[in-house]
Nanobody
Framework: DVQLQASGGGLAQAGGSLRLSCAAS????????IGWFRQRPGKQHEGVSC????????YYADSVKGRSTISSDNAKNTVYLQMDSLRPEDTAVYYC??????????????????????WGKGTLVTVSS
């Protein structure tokens, strides 16, 4: 079974950093795209950063570009999202999600959260000003 387990959320001050982890099981990144999505209070899910299968292409939303880095460790089957220079508007529940697909770019997957096949439970990030 495909499973995703996100962790690493917590309380941070503005300007601080957090590293989110998504431990994956039941599949490999060779033929699955994976990404980080967030849901801010009262908002819909939005793609934060996504990576296509085999680490082909990465995408960052404008809101986090230059402040975040997505990476994967194939040996651990884990994807990370390093978030720096945190802002209060980064406060959200962060989810990792995956889709069994090799056809599209990281940008596509982040733009289509409804198309992601599997979602993990979220991890809450709260950034205080």
């Amino acid at each position: 079974d495909v499973q995703l387990q996100a962790s690493g959320g917590g309380l941070a001050q503005a300007g601080g950093s957090l590293r989110l982890s998504c431990a994956a099981s039941g599949f490999t990144f060779d033929d699955y795209a994976i990404g980080w999505f967030r849901q801010r209070p009262g908002k819909q899910h939005e793609g934060v950063s996504c990576i296509s299968s085999s680490g082909g292409t990465t995408y960052y939303a404008d809101s986090v570009k230059g402040r975040s880095t997505i990476s994967s460790d194939n040996a651990k089957n884990t994807v990370y999202l390093q978030m720096d220079s945190l802002r209060p508007e980064d406060t959200a529940v962060y989810y990792c999600a995956t889709e069994h697909s090799v056809d599209y770019s990281g940008r596509y997957y982040c733009s289509a959260p409804h198309a992601m096949d599997y979602w993990g439970k979220g991890t809450l990030v709260t950034v205080s000003s």
